[in-house]
């Protein structure tokens, strides 16, 4: 099970759900205090900005984030959930979620997938430069992408409601 939150909610959805793996995406400056259940091995901490086309100044979601998550996702047991946060909660979280869970249950259809993902987050508004990454990673041919796209942009939210996803659906 993947837990999506907030940075805000990390202490309470780690606590909450057992979670002893923890994906960490934010933005260069933005700290994270990992919590003490979950050990340095099993944090993985990407720096990158909320953004889809390069801005001067800004680190642009690439290759090897992507990489560096899918690495940090396939060396996952499952025997204990895993939380995946962001700033918001939105985004760069969302993204890597359903990425995550696409490449952990290759069979599962994208589109079904992006469905979930909607109606388990009304905010989830995924990074569209982390699935075009991982679309092209995975072979997937376009169908993240199309899949990402069909639900559109979420509803307007400061911060996301945390929930979970089922890599199987």
């Not at 979601?61 to 998550?69: F, I, S």
């Not at 996702?73 to 890597?96: E, F, L, N, Q």
């Not at 909607?118 to 995975?138: C, E, G, K, Q, Y």
Request: aromatic share 4%; glycine share 6%; net charge negative.
């Amino acid at each position: 099970m993947i837990h999506v939150c907030s940075l805000a909610k990390i202490e309470e959805t780690v606590a909450r759900t057992g979670a002893d793996r923890m994906l960490s995406l934010l933005s260069i400056g933005t700290e994270v205090t990992r919590p003490a259940s979950i050990a340095r091995e099993n944090h993985l901490h990407l720096v990158m900005h909320d953004i889809a086309v390069a801005q001067d100044g800004m680190t642009m979601p690439g290759e090897e984030h992507v990489r560096d998550v899918l690495d940090f996702a396939r060396r996952w047991d499952r025997a204990k959930p895993m939380v995946v946060h962001c700033y918001a909660g939105i985004s760069r979280s969302t993204a890597s979620a359903y990425i995550i869970a696409a490449a952990l249950a290759p069979k599962r259809d994208e589109a079904e997938l992006a469905q979930t993902l909607r109606a388990l987050s009304p905010s989830a508004t995924p990074n569209p430069r982390l699935i075009a990454v991982a679309d092209a990673l995975l072979e997937r041919n376009g169908r993240m992408i199309e899949a990402i796209q069909s639900i559109g942009r979420g509803a307007d939210a400061f911060e996301g409601t945390p929930f979970a996803l089922d890599i199987n659906g």
